[in-house]
């Protein structure tokens, strides 16, 4: 019958590993997506001269390229940073919302 941790030849943690390296990758480019939305964002605040609302959406794209590199898993200091870029990002936008 086989090792109760085997499935089909291979173990269990392997196959559980594999199947959240995938979910990762998903998550990953999602987050690479809303970057790039990010920056058009910011890129037609520029064009639009509207230079708050630019350095809010360039935060928001900083951060997102922080966490979907994946550096804010291998350094809290980054992660911290990408936090405060959103924090900060919310801030400003909040604040050119109420202003307007």
Not at 50 to 63: E, I, N, R, S
Not at 80 to 91: C, H, K, M, Q, S
């Amino acid at each position: 019958m086989g090792h109760p941790l085997r499935y089909r030849g291979v173990h269990r943690a392997q196959k559980i590993a594999t199947t959240r390296e995938a979910g990762l990758q998903q998550s990953t480019l999602f987050v690479w997506i809303a970057t790039a939305l990010g920056l058009v964002a910011a890129l037609a605040a520029v064009v639009d001269r509207d230079t708050l609302t630019a350095v809010a959406w360039f935060g928001f794209a900083a951060a997102g390229a922080l966490t979907a590199s994946g550096t804010t898993d291998r350094s809290r200091g980054l992660a911290y940073l990408a936090i405060t870029l959103l924090v900060a990002a919310v801030a400003v936008l909040v604040g050119v919302f109420l202003a307007d």
